[in-house]
Nanobody
Framework: QVQLVESGGGLVQPGGSLRLSCVAS????????MGWYRHTPGKQRELVAA???????TYVDSVKGRFTVSRDNAKNTVYLQMNSLNPEDTAVYYC?????????WGQGTQVTVSS
């Protein structure tokens, strides 16, 4: 069973940037699409960005133009570059395939945007 480990979160001021990484213990190449999800207490987990094996990407409207998702299958790693962060981006960020096939979600990485 693949395990996922997210990192790169932290506290950042509005307008700042962060780069998240998700390292898988096994091959991610078998997952056609990999994605970043985020969860805020009281809300459902939301898929914010996804990247296919061919490199095509999709984003939720609220992050378009600010976030960039990418993957490196050789390193079994998925990245999320987040720019122009705002307080509404505050959440715990997780990665998984799209749709989620890895049964055990990682611990996630907390992103807090606050002045």
């Amino acid at each position: 069973q693949v395990q996922l480990v997210e990192s790169g979160g932290g506290l950042v001021q509005p307008g700042g940037s962060l780069r998240l990484s998700c390292v898988a213990s096994g091959s991610i190449a078998r997952f056609y699409r990999m994605g970043w999800y985020r969860h805020t207490p009281g809300k459902q987990r939301e898929l914010v960005a996804a990247v296919a094996n061919g490199g095509s990407t999709t984003y939720v409207d609220s992050v378009k133009g600010r976030f960039t998702v990418s993957r490196d299958n050789a390193k079994n790693t998925v990245y999320l570059q987040m720019n122009s962060l705002n307080p509404e981006d505050t959440a715990v960020y997780y990665c998984n395939s799209v749709p989620p096939e890895v049964r055990s979600w990682g611990q996630g990485t907390q992103v807090t945007v606050s002045s």
